[in-house]
């Protein structure tokens, strides 16, 4: 990994790490989840649980591992061992019909928006529409719409993603992410790019998608503050494992070496530079 030099600082896990019975758990719950790319251990035996209806964000130096955690999630990326479960469910071993019924359930806005080149910024938000529903064209014009127009896009639907700045091509993906009307969103940096304004914006919407829909998040960001602003809860990766789990008053307040190093974004630190 690209922190092997660093130093490990061993602490015991925080009491609301330890899982009890994961697949009782009512949110999402990860269990000893690993994941290697060749020999480079990305995600070692690593734990996460998610309640159901909170925003928890997830922290951690680039090349940690945050983007794999999220994708293997939802298997997009399949882990090598371990477990995870969503409200009761057994993803891990789930066949692809089931997964599929899964992932309607999950809204997810890529890092890089990710979003179809040849397709329209609406025919890219309505798309999960027209492959999961029986809804007409214009019905999912119009839902598509709404969708852009709560992330400041309404006038763009029928621009092509080449045509678009990196941080609209971030709100197009953030707008397909929600069009299916999903109970779980994971938001990888959703405000990586965008001006402070649009970011804060984003992170109002995020506040509104829990609040008034009870939808539950997990949230990459390297937004310090506008993690204060939406999480409920906010982890710590490192070195492939939750190394920390704490509301916004406990992380603030917390002496654990590495989070401090990297909350006040400090180069010197057991956390090392590169
Ligand atoms: N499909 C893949 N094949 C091989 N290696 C991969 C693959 N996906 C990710 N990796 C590696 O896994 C490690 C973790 O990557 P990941 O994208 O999860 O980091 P991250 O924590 O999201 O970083 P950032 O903050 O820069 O987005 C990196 O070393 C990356 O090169
Ligand atoms: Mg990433």
Redesign the pocket.
């Known amino acids: 990994?690209?922190t092997s030099n660093s130093t490990a600082v061993p602490m015991p896990p925080p009491p609301n790490m330890r899982l009890g019975d994961p697949s009782t758990h009512d949110g999402v719950a990860m269990q000893g989840v690993s994941k290697r790319?060749?020999d480079?251990v990305?995600l070692d035996e690593c734990d996460l649980l998610v309640n159901k209806g909170e925003t928890l964000v997830i922290i951690?130096?680039?090349?940690?591992?945050?983007?794999?955690?999220?994708?293997n999630l939802v298997r997009l990326?399949e882990p090598d061992a371990g477990g995870i479960w969503v409200e009761g469910r057994e993803v891990t071993g789930m066949e692809p019909p089931d997964l599929r019924e899964l992932r309607k359930d999950f809204g997810f806005l890529f890092?890089g928006a990710a979003l179809f080149d040849s397709m329209t910024i609406c025919e890219n938000v309505g798309l999960m529409l027209k492959e999961h529903t029986d809804w007409d064209r214009e019905r999912i014009r119009a839902r598509a719409c709404e969708c852009l127009a709560l992330v400041g896009l309404d006038d763009a639907d029928d621009k092509l993603p080449s045509e678009l700045s990196g941080g609209m091509k971030k709100r197009a993906g953030l707008a397909r992410a929600i069009v299916m009307q999903p109970q779980y969103i994971l938001y990888?940096?959703p405000t990586t790019g965008l001006d402070p304004i649009t970011g804060d914006a984003i992170n109002d919407l995020i506040l509104k998608l829990q609040r008034e829909l009870g939808v539950t998040s997990i949230v990459?960001t390297?937004d310090m503050a506008g993690a204060f602003k939406i999480a409920n809860r906010i982890a710590m990766?490192n070195r492939g494992k939750i190394v920390f789990t704490g509301t916004v008053e406990e992380i603030q307040e917390t002496s654990h070496p590495l989070v401090r190093q990297f909350i006040e974004g400090r180069a010197d630190g057991p956390l090392g530079v590169f």
Do not use: A, P
Not at 60 to 71: I, M
């Open positions: 990994m690209e790319f060749g480079m990305v951690g130096r680039s090349g940690e591992g945050k983007s794999v955690l999220l994708k990326q890092q990888d940096e990459v390297h990766l």
